[in-house]
Nanobody
Framework: QVQLVESGGGLVQPGGSLRLSCAAS????????MSWYRQAPGKERELVAV??????NYAASVKGRFTISRDNAKNTVYLQMNSLKPEDTAEYYC?????????????WGKGTLVTVSS
């Protein structure tokens, strides 16, 4: 059974930092591209950052402030978020995408809420 469980969200003041974690199980984690998406109220879900064998990539709005990393030994992907802004307020979702038996598989976590407010 595939599971992606996010943690680390919460309330933080502008300029503060948070570190999100996503613990994965039920699939071959090291072979999957892992991503963080976010969805703010009334807006579409957007890609924040991705990490794969090809490297890392970030949305322009978070480049230089957020860092995605992974620990394949712990089946966990992280998102370090610094210099947070009110516009970073959103539900953050972990995503896994890879190949299984020639099929593209994609899994989602249930999300963790990040609120940036004074």
């Amino acid at each position: 059974q595939v599971q992606l469980v996010e943690s680390g969200g919460g309330l933080v003041q502008p300029g503060g930092s948070l570190r999100l974690s996503c613990a994965a199980s039920g699939f071959t984690f090291s072979t999957y591209a892992m991503s963080w998406y976010r969805q703010a109220p009334g807006k579409e879900r957007e890609l924040v950052a991705v990490i794969s064998s090809a490297g890392t990539n970030y949305a322009a709005s978070v480049k230089g402030r957020f860092t995605i990393s992974r620990d394949n030994a712990k089946n966990t992907v992280y998102l370090q978020m610094n210099s947070l802004k009110p516009e970073d307020t959103a539900e953050y979702y972990c995503n896994a995408k890879g190949i299984k038996s020639s099929y593209t598989m994609q899994y989602w976590g249930k999300g963790t809420l990040v609120t940036v407010s004074s």
